[in-house]
Each structure stands twice: as C-alpha cells, then as structure tokens.
C-alpha cells in the first residue's frame, strides 16, 4: 500500500463505501419496526442466495437465532412475526428453511419503496 497509490486510493474508495452502507443500514434498523426490518431482511437474503439460472423457490436456511442478530431483536419476536407471515401467506418454513412465497407482500410490509 505504501509503494502503490492507485491500491490506497481504491482501498479508501472502497472502506468508505462499506462504511455508507453500514450508517444505512444503521439508520433502517434505528427507525422501523421489527415486522419492517424482518422482512427488509428476508428480502436481502432471498436475493443473495437466488440463482440467476434456476427459478425454483430460494430457500433461506439460517438459524432464529441468526436472523434475529440480523434483524436486531429477540428470537421470540422472529419466530412471532415469520408465523404470521406464513398465516399471510407471505412464506412458508421447512424445520429451519424458509421460502418466500410472495415477494410482492413481503416488499409491501417491508415499507419498501
């Protein structure tokens, strides 16, 4: 880093980018709900883990307990809210999968526009 510029300006560039996401992030996550925030992240994995070649159901697979660190709540509250969406018919869950069944409503609880 000391002999190349070009490598420190890039590194900056990019620590500064992961530096706006993550004050975004913190913003969304001071200023909406829990329901809003789960399904924000519900949201956010099911597009990390999509294929682009296979339509089939994206299945996430994480633990309550990770996805409440996620959400930044209790895993009582998760376990709640993914049981009403699946009563909503938003998702539906296999032990500790969950498949998304309508993005379209779950984009709409996440308050996303």
């Known amino acids: 880093m000391e002999r190349s510029e070009i490598l420190s300006r890039r590194l900056l560039r990019t620590l500064s980018h992961e530096f706006v996401v993550l004050v975004n992030s913190l913003t969304v996550a001071s200023r ?9 992240q519900l ?13 089939s159901p994206v299945e996430i697979n994480l633990s309550r307990d990770d996805l409440a660190s996620l959400v930044g709540t209790a895993r009582e ?22 498949m998304v069944r309508d993005i379209k409503r779950l984009i709409e609880v996440a308050n996303y526009k």
């Open 77 to 98: 509250n998760v376990v709640r809210i993914l049981s009403e969406f699946k009563e909503e018919g938003i998702l539906s869950t296999r032990g500790r999968k969950i």
């Open 43 to 55: 949201i956010v994995v099911r597009e990390k883990y999509k294929s682009e070649t296979n339509n």
């Open 32 to 40: 909406r709900p829990v329901r809003e925030r789960l399904a924000l």
